[in-house]
């Protein structure tokens, strides 16, 4: 049975004219791909995002990773790979086939593929195992919800950690979150999604956070 999810290749170039959507790197499966800039200052500063019907075929073996430092390790200080199956989705409204903003059952690829210049912000959390349901009931009936108020917000997905390859922290859930380049994040709304539940999933984490945040560089559909 295939399993979609994502590839995040997550790269730093050595020369800073180099792209990540120079690569010729294309994984098996690709529904989409979205080409991302760090927009925080930290490293690695590249992230391609391949959207994959079935992400079976990077689990099995690490041969497809190892084919891309071979080609690509002479342009690239560092290649990392993290894999990751679709958990569920949020759309609003006004994208692609407007999807219920409450549904948690979207497709795994985008609705609409982001703007050049829009944000993604990427959020790793890592919840003791005791408490992995709380997590995920809080970003389903909280969490999830209150993004959605912030301006400029456009649609969420959620993943569940597969497997990793090269040097690469990773956490066991990842939330992206879609918004306009000009939006609320830092604003009151964003602020008012930190309530009574938001610390206590904090406190029951099992190490920090790890937040990313990006810029829409280009996009691409096969």
């Known amino acids: 049975m295939a399993v979609p999810g994502v590839l995040m290749r997550l790269v730093e170039p050595r020369a800073t004219t180099l792209a990540s959507s120079d690569s010729t790197f294309v994984p098996p499966n690709v529904e989409a791909t979205q080409f991302l800039e760090a927009n925080d200052s930290q490293k690695p500063s590249q992230n391609a995002v391949y959207y994959l019907s079935d992400i079976s075929p990077l689990l099995s073996t690490s041969s497809a990773y190892d084919e891309d430092v071979r080609a690509h390790g002479s342009e690239l200080t560092s290649i990392s790979w993290v894999v990751c199956s679709f958990i569920n989705g949020r759309d609003g409204p006004h994208l692609g086939s407007g999807s219920d903003i409450t549904s948690s059952s979207v497709e795994?690829?985008?609705?609409?593929?982001?703007?050049?210049?829009?944000?993604?912000?990427?959020?790793?959390?890592?919840?003791?195992?005791?408490?992995?349901?709380?997590?995920?009931?809080?970003?389903?009936?909280?969490?999830?919800?209150?993004?959605?108020?912030?301006?400029?917000?456009?649609?969420?997905?959620?993943?569940?950690?597969?497997?990793s390859y090269g040097d690469v922290e990773t956490a066991n859930f990842y939330g992206f979150n879609y918004y306009d380049e000009k939006n609320g994040l830092g604003g009151p709304e964003w602020k008012a999604g930190v309530t009574e539940w938001t610390l206590r999933i904090r406190s029951n984490a099992a190490k920090p956070n790890i937040r990313r945040v990006w810029s829409v560089v280009s996009t691409s559909v096969p």
């Open 108 to 163: 795994y690829t985008m609705s609409g593929p982001p703007a050049t210049g829009s944000v993604v912000v990427i959020n790793g959390s890592t919840p003791r195992p005791d408490k992995e349901q709380e997590y995920h009931d809080w970003y389903d009936q909280e969490h999830g919800e209150k993004l959605t108020l912030v301006p400029g917000w456009n649609s969420a997905r959620r993943y569940r950690f597969e497997k």
